[in-house]
């Protein structure tokens, strides 16, 4: 996959996940559904008998479909929001991923990337350019997840002089 820890690419947002659910899950049973992280309180109170608390949990479903053998309707895209640099070479940014598709939008510039992951695995094709709808339609999700969520966007530091240190 391409990069790793602290970018958009599957390389820093796709990682291994093995859940152990004895007499949910069918032994060496593996899944191909996209998740993350938020999903794993739901999915534990959940399988602990404990009713759901959507007020806690406003990102994330329960997982138990998936390890039951069933599909899982989230209703709506993944998002990730890294609104920072991170300290190996990650730049600002926000993804958002919904069924084989992936926007990647860049805070510093506002440059967009689109990747059909299935398709492009390794993620070399941009085509953002030839596909300017699916980009308006995904940028717009992304954006209101945003606002839903209240989340916190870079601002330039007015202190900051370019070579100095």
Same mark, same amino acid.
């Given at each position: 996959?391409?990069?790793?820890?602290?970018?958009?690419?599957?390389? &820093? !947002?796709?990682?291994?996940? !093995?859940?152990?659910?004895?007499?949910?899950?069918?032994? &060496? %049973?593996?899944?191909?559904?996209?998740? !993350? %992280?938020?999903?794993?309180?739901?999915?534990?109170?959940?399988?602990?008998?404990?009713?759901?608390?959507?007020?806690?949990?406003?990102?994330?479903?329960?997982?138990?479909?998936?390890?039951? &053998? %069933? %599909?899982?309707?989230?209703?709506?895209?993944?998002?990730?929001?890294?609104?920072?640099? &991170?300290?190996?070479?990650?730049?600002?940014?926000?993804? #958002?991923?919904?069924?084989?598709?992936?926007?990647?939008?860049?805070?510093?510039?506002?440059?967009?990337?689109?990747? =059909?992951?299935?398709?492009?695995?390794?993620?070399?094709? =941009?085509?953002?350019?030839?596909? $300017?709808?699916? #980009?308006?339609?995904?940028?717009?999700?992304?954006?209101?997840?945003?606002?839903?969520?209240?989340?916190?966007? $870079?601002?330039?530091?007015?202190?900051?002089?370019?070579?100095?240190?």
């Amino acid at each position: 996959f391409r990069a790793g820890k602290g970018w958009p690419y599957e390389g &820093g !947002i796709r990682e291994p996940l !093995i859940i152990c659910a004895p007499g949910i899950a069918a032994p &060496g %049973s593996t899944c191909d559904t996209p998740v !993350i %992280s938020t999903d794993f309180y739901p999915t534990m109170l959940e399988l602990a008998g404990l009713p759901a608390r959507p007020a806690q949990h406003l990102d994330g479903v329960s997982l138990a479909p998936l390890l039951k &053998g %069933s %599909s899982l309707d989230r209703g709506r895209p993944l998002f990730w929001h890294y609104p920072h640099y &991170g300290n190996q070479g990650g730049a600002p940014h926000g993804v #958002v991923r919904e069924g084989d598709w992936k926007l990647i939008e860049w805070y510093e510039d506002g440059a967009f990337e689109l990747f =059909n992951v299935p398709r492009d695995i390794s993620e070399k094709n =941009n085509l953002a350019a030839q596909q $300017p709808e699916r #980009v308006k339609t995904l940028h717009a999700k992304l954006a209101a997840w945003r606002k839903d969520v209240n989340a916190l966007m $870079p601002t330039p530091n007015p202190d900051f002089k370019p070579g100095k240190k």
